[in-house]
């Protein structure tokens, strides 16, 4: 029987790897592509960023899905016993072991046998599932011993599930633990083509290379033991459909021996993770440019000593043009490094943080919804130039911190270790921000600088939290800023040029605010929350020009605009570096 010509399919995305993406040949279409932020906590300490090595482009043997039928060996297997036409393959009861390079059609059913892949290793040896079912009762279904690499493409239509030996399972190279996998690969592993594959791990991992993983696309379903897609050296997928139940982690990249290798790079697909562990963990970097996710992570969190996030990584977490929904039992979006959050969509719920970085987070665009989190944003620096972010926390909304931890609980996790550096800041040029918080609202160990961009930082907490909260100084030079609850906080200090107006008066929620100069509204907005306190500041207003304030259609009071502040704004007062006190109403 003629294989269909599946490789012509192929040469369009292959071409699309290179020309959309703007690469050259000699340019990785896939790699992390991580951006360095300079590293403001120590300008001397510049992060290390990943360069992928050429053994990780996709080369022409990653998209085929088959060659001349001349060069094809097809393989039958009926349940106990396995014919072959062509070469390259022998069989031996239930044990198919392809030994030299080539291309293998594979059909039919193994109710207790495996594909043994034992070349030499500078081969790459494709395996085409068109229709396969593998149970090996004691060990992996598909194993590559030896060889360059694997590629397993899945043919078009075809339906294919391997299921290994669970507690049965028996090594074949007990020394090196090998396999530990249900398919597995010593060498670099590829899976492609537009047929579908369901892999029951009830040993341990689900598919694992020791090398690199790269999956084209495919409709793969995995249930493991432990972890569910695993490449040891990285994790590259560029497309396909996913449904991921783990033990472990979802998707994991583990190499810790090579700064260099570790990281996991996602460009598009569809997945559904759901994990006792992390959904996605990168020992280096980890980067999404595309994609639809739902990740719920930590479903078996009963310890606290082991990790339970929603996307982890090492070095760095780059992320673009995604649309991410995170239910996490620790951190939703996390780096021991930096984050930069460049575009895309994400709902984050989090028995810890939403999004939390070691070292700098930069948050340039997208749309994020933090439904539910200990504190909402935290880094030891965080800059925001655009996007709309809305937090919900029960403590701090936004921090930025250093050291260890400030929080006395530190959430449930325990506090978190930050880069260590005399300097830590809240920026904030642009987007859109919209907090509740049940701490501080912007709370910084060292400075808060507002140049731009629309805040609303409202707080139900006790009188020791702000809804402005810094060490140092709260500069503000531009935006909107509304910030307010149960205290505003550290006053403005005598740097800051734009001027705000002050409330101290029962605020009821749902009810509009509105700041009025001679009829003209300045400033409305409608506060989720009854307010004690409340501190609004905008462009339009002068420093020492008069102001009526509005709830509805009822004047609250007439207020003078201030610049800076040196004694107390209501609520938790902070003292700022010079200026006017603020007015008191």
Known sequence: MKIKPFFLLFIPLFLALFFLTGCSPEENPISPNIIQEENTSNPDEIPESVEVSEATIP???????????????????????????????????????????????????????????????????????????????????????????????LAEGSRNSVTDGGKNFIYTNAADEEP??????????????????????????????????????????????????????????????????????????????????????????????????????????????????????????????????????????????????????????????????????FILSSGDDGIHADKNLTIAGGNINILKSYEGIEGANVSITGGTIKIVSTDDGINAAGGADQNMSGGRFGRDQFASSNSYSIHVSGGTISLLAGGDGLDSNGTIN?????????????????????????????????????????????????????????????????VKKDGKTIIQFTPSIDCKYLALSSPDIKSGASYEIYSGTTLLNTATAGTGGSGMMGGRGGLGDGGMRMPRN
């Open 59 to 153: 080369k022409i043997e990653d998209l085929k899905v088959s060659e001349s039928s001349t060069k094809i060996t097809t393989v039958q297997f009926n349940n106990t016993s396995i014919s072959i036409d062509g070469t390259g393959a022998t069989a031996k009861g239930s044990v198919l072991t392809v030994t030299k390079a080539g291309t293998y059609e594979i059909k039919g059913t193994l109710t207790n046998g495996q594909i043994m892949i034992n070349a030499t290793e500078e081969d790459t040896i494709q395996l085409i599932l068109n229709g396969v079912t593998i149970t090996n009762q004691t060990g992996a279904p598909i194993y590559a011993a030896s060889c360059d690499k694997l590629v397993i493409t």
């Open 180 to 345: 530990n996998a249900a398919i597995f690969s010593k060498g670099d592993l590829t899976i492609n083509g537009t047929g579908a594959l369901t892999v029951h791990a009830n040993f341990h991992n689900g598919i694992s290379s020791k090398d690199d993983l790269l999956i084209v696309n495919g409709n793969i379903t995995v249930d493991a033991a432990n972890h569910g897609i695993r490449g040891k050296d990285s994790v590259s997928i560029l497309d396909g459909s996913f449904q991921i139940a783990a033990g472990g982690d979802g998707i994991q990249s583990s190499n810790d021996q090579d700064k260099q290798k570790g990281w996991v790079a996602i460009k598009g697909g569809d997945f559904n993770i759901t994990t006792a562990n992390d959904g996605i963990q990168a020992e280096t970097s980890l980067n999404i440019s595309g994609g639809n996710f739902i990740i719920q992570s930590g479903n078996d969190s009963s310890s606290s000593s082991e990790s339970f996030k929603g996307i982890k990584a090492g070095t760095d977490v780059l992320l673009s043009t995604a649309s991410l929904t995170i239910t996490s039992a620790d951190d939703a979006i996390h780096s021991n490094g930096n984050i930069t959050i460049q575009n895309g969509s």
């Open 450 to 514: 507002i140049s731009g961009g629309t805040i609303v930082s409202l707080i139900q907490s006790t009188p020791d939290n702000g809804a402005l909260d810094a060490d140092g100084t709260v500069t503000i030079t531009g935006g909107i800023v509304i910030y307010g609850g149960t205290g505003t906080g550290s006053n403005p200090g005598g740097n800051s040029t734009q001027s705000y107006v002050y409330i101290n008066s029962t605020i009821q929620s749902e009810k509009e605010i509105s």
